[in-house]
């Protein structure tokens, strides 16, 4: 009989190699051991992602490590996501992503909508080639805390200020937080688009959303 | 050899042919084409290189694009006073910044393939995007890729066939975009030359 302590570094050691049908085994196990959710999630998967990441960084891992890490994840959350919500916990926040209009790169932004969605964060993908008319829709729609843009090249780096230019149009700025990511993406770069945060990667944004959703939530009177 | 030439590995071997065929006295010195898929290493890399360099040439010079460096092989040119090959990528030096750009405008899923990148596919694009080991990643990778546009230096048989087979295992329909080296040919023209200040002697003929 496996016990929780076992579940959880089996999860955290199968989540970083990857192997998806074992972490999917391991939730199950946890789950017919009567371990909460959020202890699978916030004790094994996400950290383990989170060492995923920091390998990146190192030049340890690469994309790959990186992706069949992340299907790892995605298949437990889909386990795990109907029982996280029956739990009642709140949501951190919800957060609207795209892809900008005119570039199809998202396997930057898959991660981190992993890594949001395992922080607590509803997340609302709206895929790529996102054109700034369907984010002012999807604002309208969603009412999101959080919208993000994500760019990978160069030449669709400027499709920032346009959604930046259409959220003003529509009245919205002041609505929702902006944050901007991809591979050229700098800080520089989100302060000259007035975006209000960026991150470099994925457990950064993590806790730049939580930051500025803290920021901004401290702000409104009670 | 007066000048020496740190090249991208993924186009070294056609600029050692022109620099040979048009006799430029140019050392061509190519660093590991694998830095395409890491190009955060890039301008490290051609830094450490050109300084080397630097100690038994009078110019050093740098055959790469920006490359996905962002900037940062700007920075290590504009430090160590070297010049670069003009555009983003190396597609730029084969298509033209317009023409590629127009491409890229018509259909934002296009998968650039270059000769080298058909010739090295099973390496530089299989392997090292991990589809050997998990062919699941296929669609993480390519399912917004609608197309694969091959610039075709030099369009022979064998690359066709390569080339072919390559937009199969990536599941797009290939077009066949002839480049030959033109422009690539024009841009090493005009970098060399400039190179070439502070001494009467130019390296071009």
Redesign the interface.
């Known amino acids: 009989m496996t016990s929780p302590d076992e579940v959880l570094q089996g999860l955290y050691d199968e989540t970083l190699v ?1 192997n998806a049908p074992r972490v999917l085994e391991l939730t199950e196990e946890g789950l017919a051991l009567g371990m909460e959710p959020q202890s699978l999630l916030f004790d094994a998967l996400i950290p383990s992602l989170e060492e995923v990441g920091a390998r990146f960084e190192r030049g340890d891992f ?4 990186m ?2 890490a992340g ?1 790892a994840m995605a298949g437990a959350m889909e386990r795990l996501r109907p029982l996280l919500a029956e739990t009642g916990v709140e949501t951190v926040g919800k957060f609207l992503m795209g892809t900008v209009k ?6 930057g932004k ?1 991660l981190v909508n992993i890594m949001l969605e395992g922080a607590g964060f509803e997340v609302i993908d709206l895929g ?2 996102v054109a700034p008319e369907k984010f002012v829709a999807a604002i309208e729609e969603h009412q999101p805390d959080i919208v993000g843009f994500s760019a990978f090249l ?2 669709t780096m400027p499709m920032f200020k346009a959604n930046m230019n259409a959220l003003e149009k529509a009245g919205m700025r002041d609505q929702v937080i902006v944050m901007v990511g991809g ?2 993406v ?1 800080q520089e770069y989100a302060d000259a688009v007035g975006a209000d945060g960026y991150a470099a990667d994925a457990s950064a944004t993590v806790k730049r959303a939580k930051a500025l959703l803290h920021e901004k939530r401290s702000k409104v009177p009670a | 050899m007066p000048v020496a030439l740190v090249a991208c590995g993924a186009i070294a071997q056609p600029v050692a042919e022109i620099v040979e065929r048009r006799g430029w006295p140019v050392a061509v010195h190519p660093l590991p084409p694998l830095l395409h ?2 190009p955060h290493l890039i301008a490290d890399e051609v830094r450490d290189l050109a300084r080397a360099l630097a100690l038994c040439h009078e110019t050093v010079a740098v055959a790469y694009a ?1 490359c ?1 460096t ?1 900037g940062a092989l700007d920075a290590v040119c504009a430090e160590l006073g070297l010049r670069r090959l003009p555009g ?1 990528h190396c597609y730029d030096l084969f298509a033209g910044e317009s023409r590629l ?1 127009s491409f ?2 018509d259909e ?2 296009t998968y650039l393939l270059t000769d080298f990148l058909v010739r090295s596919f099973e390496r530089t694009v299989v392997r ?3 589809l050997d ?2 062919p ?2 296929r669609e ?2 390519f399912r ?2 609608t197309r694969a546009v091959w610039l075709a230096q030099d369009p022979t048989p064998e690359l066709r066939a390569l080339a072919d087979g390559a937009a199969a295992t990536l599941g797009l329909p290939l077009t066949v975009v002839e480049t030959g080296h033109r422009r690539l040919e024009a841009a090493l023209e005009a970098l060399l030359g400039g190179s070439a200040a502070g001494t009467d002697s130019a390296p071009l003929r």
């Not at chain 1, 690469?62 to 490590?65: D, I, S, T, Y």
């Not at chain 1, 005119?102 to 396997?107: C, K, S, T």
């Open positions: 990857g690469f994309v790959p490590e992706l069949i299907r005119g570039d199809v790169h998202d396997i898959n790529v080639q160069t030449t591979a050229p700098t | 898929n890491q920006d996905g962002y983003l750009a890229l405008d934002p899923g090292e995007l991990g080991r998990h699941e990643l993480d990778y917004h890729y």
